[in-house]
Protein backbone atom coordinates (compact mmCIF):
# COMPACT_ATOMS: atom_id res chain seq x y z
CA UNK A 1 0.00 0.00 0.00
CA UNK A 2 1.21 3.25 -1.02
CA UNK A 3 0.71 6.15 1.50
CA UNK A 4 3.80 8.16 0.62
CA UNK A 5 1.29 10.66 -1.29
CA UNK A 6 -1.87 10.85 1.03
CA UNK A 7 -1.85 14.50 2.39
CA UNK A 8 -4.72 17.47 2.87
CA UNK A 9 -4.34 21.01 2.47
CA UNK A 10 -5.09 22.77 5.77
CA UNK A 11 -7.78 25.33 5.42
CA UNK A 12 -8.27 27.08 8.81
CA UNK A 13 -7.86 30.18 10.71
CA UNK A 14 -4.89 31.47 11.66
CA UNK A 15 -4.08 31.40 15.26
CA UNK A 16 -2.72 34.87 16.61
CA UNK A 17 -0.59 35.85 19.47
CA UNK A 18 -3.32 38.41 20.03
CA UNK A 19 -5.86 35.93 19.85
CA UNK A 20 -4.35 33.85 22.61
CA UNK A 21 -5.33 33.71 25.81
CA UNK A 22 -2.82 34.67 28.32
CA UNK A 23 -3.64 31.73 30.45
CA UNK A 24 -3.36 28.56 28.43
CA UNK A 25 -5.51 26.28 30.88
CA UNK A 26 -8.49 29.14 29.51
CA UNK A 27 -6.56 28.68 25.80
CA UNK A 28 -7.21 24.87 26.28
CA UNK A 29 -10.57 25.79 27.68
CA UNK A 30 -11.60 27.18 24.42
CA UNK A 31 -10.58 24.78 22.40
CA UNK A 32 -11.67 21.51 24.32
CA UNK A 33 -15.05 23.88 23.93
CA UNK A 34 -14.55 23.70 19.95
CA UNK A 35 -13.92 19.97 19.67
CA UNK A 36 -16.76 19.39 21.56
CA UNK A 37 -18.81 21.53 19.51
CA UNK A 38 -17.45 20.33 16.53
CA UNK A 39 -18.90 17.12 17.13
CA UNK A 40 -15.28 15.15 17.16
CA UNK A 41 -15.43 11.41 18.44
CA UNK A 42 -14.34 11.44 22.15
CA UNK A 43 -12.81 14.85 22.18
CA UNK A 44 -11.34 14.15 25.64
CA UNK A 45 -9.29 11.14 24.52
CA UNK A 46 -5.45 11.76 24.78
CA UNK A 47 -2.35 10.27 24.37
CA UNK A 48 -0.71 9.62 27.94
CA UNK A 49 3.61 9.22 27.32
CA UNK A 50 5.53 7.97 30.29
CA UNK A 51 9.27 6.91 30.29
CA UNK A 52 9.86 4.45 33.24
CA UNK A 53 13.77 3.78 34.08
CA UNK A 54 14.51 1.63 31.37
CA UNK A 55 14.04 4.69 28.98
CA UNK A 56 12.21 3.12 26.36
CA UNK A 57 9.05 5.82 25.63
CA UNK A 58 6.00 4.33 26.46
CA UNK A 59 2.19 5.30 25.03
CA UNK A 60 -1.40 5.26 25.23
CA UNK A 61 -4.92 6.17 25.30
CA UNK A 62 -6.83 7.90 28.28
CA UNK A 63 -9.94 9.89 28.60
CA UNK A 64 -9.64 13.45 30.37
CA UNK A 65 -11.94 13.33 33.17
CA UNK A 66 -10.88 16.91 35.05
CA UNK A 67 -8.75 19.85 34.16
CA UNK A 68 -8.55 23.32 35.78
CA UNK A 69 -5.15 25.60 36.47
CA UNK A 70 -3.73 23.40 38.77
CA UNK A 71 -3.37 20.95 36.22
CA UNK A 72 -5.04 17.62 34.02
CA UNK A 73 -6.34 15.45 35.69
CA UNK A 74 -7.21 10.81 34.38
CA UNK A 75 -7.81 7.58 36.33
CA UNK A 76 -6.21 4.71 35.93
CA UNK A 77 -5.12 1.54 37.84
CA UNK A 78 -2.46 2.39 40.34
CA UNK A 79 -0.52 -0.80 39.49
CA UNK A 80 -0.60 -0.56 35.86
CA UNK A 81 2.55 -0.35 33.22
CA UNK A 82 1.73 3.44 33.69
CA UNK A 83 1.79 3.70 36.98
CA UNK A 84 4.81 1.40 37.66
CA UNK A 85 6.25 4.16 34.79
CA UNK A 86 5.22 7.23 36.62
CA UNK A 87 6.52 6.35 39.75
CA UNK A 88 10.16 5.91 38.17
CA UNK A 89 9.51 9.39 36.28
CA UNK A 90 6.36 11.51 37.90
CA UNK A 91 6.80 13.31 34.21
CA UNK A 92 4.23 12.83 31.16
CA UNK A 93 3.51 14.34 28.10
CA UNK A 94 -0.31 14.68 26.72
CA UNK A 95 -1.49 15.03 23.07
CA UNK A 96 -4.97 15.85 21.72
CA UNK A 97 -5.17 14.52 18.61
CA UNK A 98 -8.16 16.56 17.32
CA UNK A 99 -7.46 16.26 13.66
CA UNK A 100 -10.97 17.36 12.71
CA UNK A 101 -10.11 20.76 14.25
CA UNK A 102 -6.83 20.90 11.93
CA UNK A 103 -5.45 21.21 15.60
CA UNK A 104 -3.45 19.05 18.38
CA UNK A 105 -2.17 20.06 21.62
CA UNK A 106 0.64 18.80 23.74
CA UNK A 107 1.25 18.91 27.57
CA UNK A 108 4.18 18.31 29.22
CA UNK A 109 4.64 18.24 33.08
CA UNK A 110 5.46 16.63 36.32
CA UNK A 111 2.60 14.47 37.53
CA UNK A 112 1.08 13.79 41.24
CA UNK A 113 -1.50 11.37 42.19
CA UNK A 114 -4.93 13.34 42.77
CA UNK A 115 -6.39 13.18 46.40
CA UNK A 116 -8.21 10.08 47.79
CA UNK A 117 -11.49 12.23 48.27
CA UNK A 118 -10.76 13.69 44.53
CA UNK A 119 -10.82 9.65 43.56
CA UNK A 120 -13.82 8.56 45.40
CA UNK A 121 -16.14 11.49 44.02
CA UNK A 122 -15.17 10.54 40.37
CA UNK A 123 -15.48 6.15 41.50
CA UNK A 124 -19.21 7.47 42.52
CA UNK A 125 -20.10 9.04 39.76
CA UNK A 126 -18.91 6.22 37.44
CA UNK A 127 -21.97 3.39 36.25
CA UNK A 128 -21.67 0.59 38.15
CA UNK A 129 -20.40 -2.01 35.25
CA UNK A 130 -17.08 0.53 35.38
CA UNK A 131 -16.87 0.16 38.94
CA UNK A 132 -16.61 -3.41 38.72
CA UNK A 133 -14.55 -3.33 35.78
CA UNK A 134 -11.89 -1.75 37.97
CA UNK A 135 -12.00 -4.57 40.30
CA UNK A 136 -11.96 -7.12 38.04
CA UNK A 137 -9.20 -6.28 35.83
CA UNK A 138 -5.16 -6.16 36.59
CA UNK A 139 -4.25 -3.92 34.37
CA UNK A 140 -1.35 -4.15 32.50
CA UNK A 141 -0.64 -7.89 34.41
CA UNK A 142 -0.45 -10.95 31.15
CA UNK A 143 -3.63 -13.09 31.41
CA UNK A 144 -3.89 -16.55 29.73
CA UNK A 145 -7.42 -16.63 28.68
CA UNK A 146 -10.57 -13.92 28.26
CA UNK A 147 -12.08 -17.24 30.22
CA UNK A 148 -10.78 -16.13 33.71
CA UNK A 149 -11.62 -12.72 33.51
CA UNK A 150 -15.13 -13.65 32.87
CA UNK A 151 -15.14 -15.75 35.92
CA UNK A 152 -13.15 -12.98 37.91
CA UNK A 153 -16.33 -10.71 36.72
CA UNK A 154 -18.89 -13.28 38.38
CA UNK A 155 -16.62 -13.42 41.44
CA UNK A 156 -17.01 -9.89 41.70
CA UNK A 157 -20.59 -9.33 40.81
CA UNK A 158 -21.19 -12.02 43.82
CA UNK A 159 -19.15 -10.10 46.25
CA UNK A 160 -20.62 -6.79 45.63
CA UNK A 161 -23.84 -8.24 44.64
CA UNK A 162 -25.53 -5.85 47.75
CA UNK A 163 -25.32 -1.62 48.46
CA UNK A 164 -22.15 0.69 46.40
CA UNK A 165 -18.91 -0.54 45.07
CA UNK A 166 -16.26 0.81 47.16
CA UNK A 167 -13.24 2.53 45.50
CA UNK A 168 -10.46 0.04 45.21
CA UNK A 169 -7.51 0.75 46.78
CA UNK A 170 -5.76 0.16 43.41
CA UNK A 171 -7.31 2.51 41.71
CA UNK A 172 -7.25 6.29 41.29
CA UNK A 173 -6.64 10.03 39.38
CA UNK A 174 -3.02 11.44 38.45
CA UNK A 175 -2.97 14.49 37.54
CA UNK A 176 -0.74 16.23 34.93
CA UNK A 177 0.69 19.60 36.41
CA UNK A 178 1.49 21.47 33.15
CA UNK A 179 5.58 22.98 32.18
CA UNK A 180 4.25 23.61 28.81
CA UNK A 181 1.65 23.44 26.50
CA UNK A 182 1.79 23.81 22.30
CA UNK A 183 -1.48 24.66 20.36
CA UNK A 184 -1.33 23.80 17.09
CA UNK A 185 -3.05 25.24 14.08
CA UNK A 186 -2.63 23.23 10.78
CA UNK A 187 -2.56 26.09 7.60
CA UNK A 188 -2.02 25.67 3.87
CA UNK A 189 1.14 25.02 2.35
CA UNK A 190 2.50 23.46 5.75
CA UNK A 191 2.93 26.89 7.04
CA UNK A 192 1.18 25.84 10.49
CA UNK A 193 0.67 28.01 13.52
CA UNK A 194 2.08 26.61 16.72
CA UNK A 195 2.53 28.66 20.16
CA UNK A 196 4.28 27.36 23.19
CA UNK A 197 3.26 28.66 26.73
CA UNK A 198 6.56 27.57 29.37
CA UNK A 199 5.83 27.85 32.70
CA UNK A 200 7.59 31.01 34.47
CA UNK A 201 8.11 31.74 37.99
CA UNK A 202 5.47 34.60 38.06
CA UNK A 203 3.45 33.36 34.86
CA UNK A 204 3.55 32.10 31.46
CA UNK A 205 5.92 32.83 27.97
CA UNK A 206 4.24 32.30 25.36
CA UNK A 207 6.04 32.33 21.94
CA UNK A 208 5.81 31.55 18.53
CA UNK A 209 7.56 28.22 16.70
CA UNK A 210 8.18 27.83 13.77
CA UNK A 211 6.05 24.62 11.98
C1 LIG B 1 -10.48 5.75 23.72
C2 LIG B 1 -9.75 5.05 24.85
C3 LIG B 1 -9.88 5.53 26.13
C4 LIG B 1 -9.21 4.92 27.20
N1 LIG B 1 -9.31 5.47 28.44
C5 LIG B 1 -8.61 4.93 29.47
C6 LIG B 1 -8.61 5.56 30.75
O1 LIG B 1 -9.22 6.63 30.96
N2 LIG B 1 -7.92 4.96 31.74
C7 LIG B 1 -7.21 3.81 31.55
O2 LIG B 1 -6.60 3.31 32.49
N3 LIG B 1 -7.16 3.20 30.34
C8 LIG B 1 -7.84 3.74 29.29
N4 LIG B 1 -7.78 3.15 28.04
C9 LIG B 1 -6.94 1.94 27.88
C10 LIG B 1 -5.47 2.36 27.77
O3 LIG B 1 -5.20 2.86 26.46
C11 LIG B 1 -4.47 1.24 28.10
O4 LIG B 1 -4.70 0.11 27.30
C12 LIG B 1 -4.52 0.82 29.56
O5 LIG B 1 -4.67 1.93 30.43
C13 LIG B 1 -3.27 0.05 29.95
O6 LIG B 1 -2.15 0.87 29.75
P1 LIG B 1 -0.70 0.54 30.37
O7 LIG B 1 -0.49 -0.95 30.24
O8 LIG B 1 0.27 1.32 29.54
O9 LIG B 1 -0.72 0.97 31.80
C14 LIG B 1 -8.41 3.76 26.96
C15 LIG B 1 -8.28 3.28 25.65
C16 LIG B 1 -8.92 3.93 24.61
C17 LIG B 1 -8.72 3.43 23.20
Redesign the pocket.
Known amino acids: MDIGDMRREFESEGLDRDHLDDNPTRQFERWFHDAREAGLL ?1 PN ?1 MSLATTGSDGLP ?1 L ?4 LKYFDDQGLV ?4 YQ ?4 RELEENPKAALLFPWIGLNRQVIVQGRVEKVSKTESLKYFASRPRGSQLGAWVSE ?2 QVITSRGLLEQKVAEIKQRFSAGEVPLPSFWGGYRVIPQRFEFWQGRPSRLHDRFEYLRQDDGWLIQRLQP
Open positions: EADRTVLFYTNSRKAQS
